[in-house]
């Protein structure tokens, strides 16, 4: 059974159903803000340009509703009473407004991952100027004022809009222990022979390591040695990623690789497992991959958990369930009708991602264009063709194949696929077939122009039938394993 696993869905039941107590090295978690912003995930089009139709991946706007009070009455009935006094004083002077409902939903979660971290383990919290001062205070009473140890501050340059205040350049991570025995590699940076601590006391032995004669009275003079470099500071100054970078795949969070790999290095081990419970397009998990770290990740949209899968097969041709573990996706036809009544959009979202398609969404939600994915493949030498998806999880009748037949019309497209959660009536069959062939000239072949595949049919194999596809999303760099757990982009 592969060891490392991936989640879909909500962490908080994810923690609770899945996740044994202290069974985790380190958790590293970069939750929404509370920014206020959507962000969305950046498709590119076949000639590489970032498409103009992008998909809200999450809302980072909290409110108050009646899930949060019922979250509020949780918190206060399970959990201990230094964190119950401190919501109860938060919620006296914030009131019942969106950052206390932000607090509500961090302060129940952050009660789960404590549980399930080990007693060695260290948890870094990545948040910003607008609400870590309240985490921070979470935090302390959560987790013991004296396993705080250190506010990291990453520091960024970026260009931001002029405004009436300074540029917000930097980002805040709160670093807690569980315990005081705790796993920490202290990255050391060497020594320069010009550097400040090398006053003339110092020499280097025949190993290059420096080291100062201590001379007491009445004792032999003895060597005091340097430790093999400066400790690292709690400010990082590491570039956030930008346009053209190699690791970008578009997911408008996405994190460095650098940030990571120094969290990771720093607090935790070879073998250990490292937990991400808002995974993203999966940073974090690539970088424990890299060093050889065991790893969980969680995402509550397909959008995320697509894209994690997408860059672990280019960056090292990893396969879902064969490879590691997918949780909470639909497996069988019960599991997609579940997903369908829970959630239209993440069942369109994950049928597309089925056969390769990029999902397909109006920036306002609901707007029908009939349109849900698409699928590019090549068409001539340099000509894209574009075959629109359409997915359907309620019932179907020959109407939406005559509608696809419209939409394909209208967008001048060479094929449409309809992926239907239910069975096709004989009707809806004929009219497909009366759409005809779509011709190509360069592979030779005559394709159906408009394709009915269920739901049942994809998950036992079947597949659109189309010329080549063309990849939609940006394609991580593989990552090769030189030697000595270096590594080298492709
Ligand atoms: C700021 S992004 C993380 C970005 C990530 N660090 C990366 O480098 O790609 C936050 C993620 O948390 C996910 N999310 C929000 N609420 C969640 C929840 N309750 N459970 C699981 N994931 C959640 C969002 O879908 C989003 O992908």
Redesign the pocket.
């Known amino acids: 059974m592969p060891e490392n696993r991936l989640y879909f ?4 039941n ?1 923690l609770r159903e899945y996740i044994k107590d202290e069974s985790v090295d380190l958790i ?1 978690l ?4 509370n920014s206020k912003a959507d ?1 969305n995930v950046l498709y590119l089009e076949p000639t590489g340009e970032p498409s103009k139709a992008q998909i809200t ?2 809302e980072d706007t909290w409110h108050w509703t009646e899930e949060t009070e019922k979250t509020f009455a949780e918190i206060i009935s399970i959990a201990p009473p230094n964190v119950i006094e401190m919501m109860q004083s938060f919620i006296r002077f914030i009131g019942k407004n969106d950052v206390m409902a932000y607090l509500t ?1 961090m302060c129940i ?1 952050l009660l789960e991952l404590k549980r399930v971290l080990k007693d060695t383990g260290s948890l870094y919290l ?1 948040c910003d100027p607008t609400a870590s001062h309240y985490l921070k205070v979470l935090m302390d009473v959560i987790f013991g004022k004296k396993n705080f140890k250190n506010e990291v501050i990453w520091c960024y340059r970026r260009y931001t809009a002029v405004s009436n205040r300074f540029q917000r350049l930097h980002d805040v991570i709160l670093y807690y222990s569980k315990g005081e025995d705790t796993i920490f590699n202290c990255p050391l940076i060497a020594y320069g022979d010009k550097s400040g601590k090398m006053d003339s006391h110092y020499k280097q032995d025949e190993d290059g390591r420096w080291f100062r004669w201590q001379k007491r009275k009445g004792e032999e003079p003895y060597k005091i040695y340097l430790s093999e470099g400066v400790r690292l500071g709690d400010w990082w100054d590491i570039p956030i990623i930008n346009a053209s970078a190699k690791e970008r795949l578009g ?1 408008q ?3 460095p690789e650098a940030l ?1 790999e120094r969290i990771i290095e720093a607090s935790s081990n070879e073998g250990d497992v490292v937990l ?9 998990i690539a970088v424990a991959q890299r060093l050889n770290r065991r790893w969980i990740g ?4 397909h ?2 958990i697509n894209l994690i899968k997408w860059r672990m097969k280019h960056m090292y041709s990893l396969k879902p369930r064969e490879d590691y573990e997918v949780i909470g996706e639909p497996e069988d036809l019960a599991g997609a009708v579940e997903l369908a009544t829970n959630d239209r959009y993440q069942f369109q979202w994950w049928a597309t991602s089925l056969i390769d398609a990029r999902p397909y969404m109006e920036k306002k939600k609901g707007a029908d264009t009939g349109i849900d994915g698409l699928l590019y493949y090549h068409e001539d030498k340099g000509v894209v063709g574009k075959a629109i998806v359409s997915v359907k999880s309620g019932n179907v009748g020959v109407k939406d194949i005559r509608d696809l037949g419209h939409v394909i019309e209208r967008e001048q497209s060479g094929i449409g696929i309809f992926i239907t959660l239910h069975k096709p009536t004989r009707n809806m069959k004929e009219e497909a077939a009366r759409s005809g062939l779509h011709h190509s000239d360069v592979f030779k072949k005559d394709y159906p122009r408009i394709q009915i595949l269920t739901i049942e049919d994809i998950l036992s194999g079947k597949r659109p039938n189309t010329p080549p596809v063309i990849t939609v999303f940006k394609k991580a760099p593989r990552v090769n394993m030189v030697e000595n757990g270096s590594f080298d982009f492709e």
């Open positions: 869905g909500d962490n908080l994810i590293y970069d939750p929404p803000f962000y991946a999450f939903m979660r990545h997911y969070t996405q994190k990571l991400d419970p808002f995974g993203g397009c999966g940073t974090s969680i995402d509550i949209t959008l995320a």
